[in-house]
Structure formats: C-alpha cells, structure tokens
C-alpha cells in the first residue's frame, strides 16, 4: 500500500482538527495555513469527508469543519476509504493450481493485506492525536502542529 497525497492531506486536515476546540469550526483557509496544504485541494477533501459522514460542515461566518463524531471513533481505515484510498494488494494476483509455492505465496500476501487492513482500522484518530502531542512534548513545543 502507497500513501497518497489525497490520504496523507485527509489524515492532516483532520488531525488538524482534533487540535482545535471542541465546538468550533475551523476554516478550510486556517487548516490550509496551518498544514501548508493547497486550499483548493482541501476542500475537495474535506467534501468527501463530509460525505463519509466523518466532519461536518458548519456554514456562516465563523463556519468551518469539525469532526463528526469524538476523535476515537474515527479510524485510519475509514479516512483512507472516505477520499478513495485502497488498501487492495496491487496487482490482483491469481495462484497457478499447479505450482504449491504460488499457492504458499498467495497465501502469505492475503494474510498480510488482511492484517494492514486490521491496523489501519485499528488506529484511531485519537491514536495519531496522542503520539502527535508525545512529539511535541518531546519537542519541547506548544506552538502549532504540522503533520
């Protein structure tokens, strides 16, 4: 599995988020700064994102983007599938009957795809939230966060 762009921004633009008080939206123009991150782009993100059902969009003035639901019961997996990222074993691969090592091989490469599914369903967006603030402890840093 490749990280793309569109999944590395998503994870950003939400992590973003969990820094921000509980409550307020924040502006697609305040993540983009924050994050450095092409505003344009992050909008058509966070669009899918709202889709997905995972922020939500408050409109007016002090409008914005906030989570759906708390940080814990976002996972990675439901980000990376809400903008389209796949997690599918490239290319798709069918065993020769005839060959046992094919079939060994096949084997190994379904159960590895199953368990990155596991993880990346497995971790949280309170998950990435927490070892960012490990970070900046350790950084020494209570400025803002860049992912």
């Known amino acids: 599995m490749k990280l793309t762009t569109r999944g590395h921004y998503s ?39 709202r889709r997905a059902g995972l922020v939500v969009s408050v409109r007016g003035a002090q409008g914005g983007y906030q989570l759906a639901r708390p940080s814990a019961q976002i996972s990675l997996g439901q980000i990376l599938q809400a903008v389209g990222e796949t997690v599918e074993p490239l290319p798709r691969h069918t065993p020769d009957g005839a060959q046992a090592e094919d079939w060994v091989a096949f084997s190994v490469w379904n159960r590895l795809h199953q368990k990155m599914k596991e993880a990346l369903y497995g971790i949280s967006l309170e998950d ?6 490990s970070w900046q402890a350790a950084q020494g840093e209570e400025a803002s966060f860049i992912v």
Not at 21 to 41: E, N
Not at 128 to 133: H, P, S
């Open 11 to 49: 994870v950003k633009a939400l992590l973003d988020l969990c820094f921000q008080p509980p409550g307020q939206p924040t502006s697609i123009a305040a993540i983009a700064k924050r994050q450095d991150l092409p505003a344009p782009y992050l909008e058509k993100l966070l669009i899918e994102l």
């Open 128 to 133: 990435l939230y927490y070892d960012a603030r």
